[in-house]
């Protein structure tokens, strides 16, 4: 594993110092502690015994002196004081993010115009099923992605990176994309004409319409400029289950496969062109913009 992948994967960086603190937290309380209070407690017996001599020889002992030494014995080293310190924080969020909620920055506008470039999201982590840290794999089942969800995964040609797009398709589905326009199952999408989107990074207009993606509908953009066909499609596993040709593609997605698409279309390197996403690299549903430092009225929902 690559320092660029390891220093990439928070969810292990966060694991690796749950488990250091941990132990230091757990050596301190259980051996440490111990150990100290036992020196502390020989040192002071020492003393007592000291100080009833010099009593007797009618010196008078500052009193202060065996609490200082008491203080100074029990006391933490700093290692270990910040160790114990951080272990229960970094600890619960390692759980948070692991097991419930990740958040996310969008980096690019290929999910325009539901997301924007710079929106922080929060990822429901167990809402597909509770998965082990680091290793993502499922070990109790809850609920399957349906057409419309807004997915996180990992990127199948890098599971470094983790992409954001649309379930467009589920195992099982045909998906046929010709003119710009989505199918599935037979069944073409209804689309609305809505005003034209200004991507204000490009400071461009797109077409804008709202699609039906059986019973989901969200806004797509589409760039008139752009050809209908998928240009240089990669040779991702399974790619005989997809056809293309001038105006655009066919597609059977595989049993425990997912296809997926960014709603900005011409503008969205997604399934069409390096394939299906396994079940494995889910990480999970996106559903809420906590924060865009840009435009604070982005907080909310989204769908």
């Not at 599935?184 to 490009?202: A, C, H, T, W």
Request: proline share 5%; charged share 25%.
């Amino acid at each position: 594993m690559s320092l660029q992948t390891i220093l990439g994967n928070f969810a292990l960086i966060l694991f690796v110092l749950t488990i250091l603190t941990g132990i230091v937290w757990f050596l301190d309380v259980f051996v440490l502690a111990k150990q100290r209070r036992l020196t502390a407690d020989t040192a002071l017996a020492e003393w007592d015994a000291r100080e009833k001599k010099l009593l007797l020889d009618g010196i008078e002992v500052d009193q202060r002196g065996r609490a200082q030494l008491e203080e100074r014995l029990l006391k933490q080293p700093l290692w270990i004081e910040y160790s114990g310190s951080f272990f229960p924080v970094i600890a619960l969020v390692f759980f948070l993010r692991s097991f419930l909620y990740e958040p996310f920055k969008i980096p690019s506008s290929s999910m325009l115009p539901t997301l924007l470039v710079g929106d922080l999201i929060l990822v429901n982590k167990f809402t597909y099923g509770i998965r082990l840290p680091i290793i993502n794999k499922k070990v109790i089942e809850l609920n399957q992605p349906q057409r419309g969800d807004v997915m996180v995964f990992k990127y199948p040609e890098d599971p470094a990176v983790d992409y954001i797009k649309r379930v467009v398709g589920v195992p099982g589905d045909k998906i046929v994309y010709k003119n710009k326009r989505l199918s599935v199952n037979g069944k073409d999408l209804s689309y609305q004409v809505l005003p034209d989107f200004l991507d204000e990074e490009r400071l461009s207009y797109f077409r804008q319409f709202t699609e039906n993606l059986t019973g989901v509908q969200h806004n797509i953009l589409n760039d008139d400029q752009a050809p209908v066909f998928v240009r240089d499609p990669h040779n991702f596993p399974k790619r005989d289950m997809c056809n293309y040709d001038n105006e655009g593609f066919a597609c059977t997605v595989p049993q425990g496969q997912y296809f997926m698409m960014g709603d900005n279309r011409d503008n969205s390197l997604d399934s069409r062109y390096w394939g299906f996403v396994p079940d494995q690299n889910i990480v999970g549903k996106a559903f809420f913009v906590w924060m865009n430092l840009g435009n604070i009225k982005r907080i909310g929902s989204f769908h």
